[in-house]
C-alpha cells in the first residue's frame, strides 16, 4: 500500500468531478499496490520521460501518470485521454518522433505547469 499525494494539477481534476466520480477515481488510485505495477500490464503501463520512470494508469475516461518514490505514490497527471498530452504518453511513438517530442521544451514545461 502507498502513501498517495496529489500534485495541484491532479487536485483540479479530481475536484472537477462529481463525489461519487472522485471517490470511485481516488479509490483506483488508492488500489494501486506493487504487485499490480509488476503484474497488471493491462491497465499499468511504463513511460520513460526526460530521465523519469512515470507510471500509468487507465481507468475510465482518464488516464493517471503517477511516480513511485519508496511508499509515495506521487500523481503527477490526471488527463482526459483524448487530449494532446495523453496522446504523446499513450502513444507509443517510434524512437526519432518521441526524441523530438522531448526535446521541444515548450511541451514539458507546459506538463509541469499544470503540477502547479
Known sequence: MYQINFSNQSMSEI????TLEQMT??????????????????????????????YRLRF???RVYFEIHDDILFC???LHKHTMA???????L????????????????????LKK
Open 60 to 62: 475510465e475516461d482518464f
Open 15 to 18: 475536484n472537477k468531478l462529481a
Open 25 to 54: 477515481l481516488v479509490e483506483a488510485i488508492s488500489a494501486i499496490t506493487p504487485d499490480r505495477i509488476k503484474t497488471d500490464h493491462t491497465t499499468i503501463g511504463i513511460i520513460n520521460r526526460e530521465g523519469k520512470i512515470f
Open 86 to 92: 495523453d496522446f504523446v504518453f499513450r502513444m507509443k
Open 94 to 113: 517510434p524512437f526519432t518522433e518521441e526524441q523530438q517530442i522531448e526535446q521541444e521544451q515548450s511541451f514539458w514545461k507546459y506538463l509541469d505547469s
Open 76 to 78: 503527477n497527471f490526471i
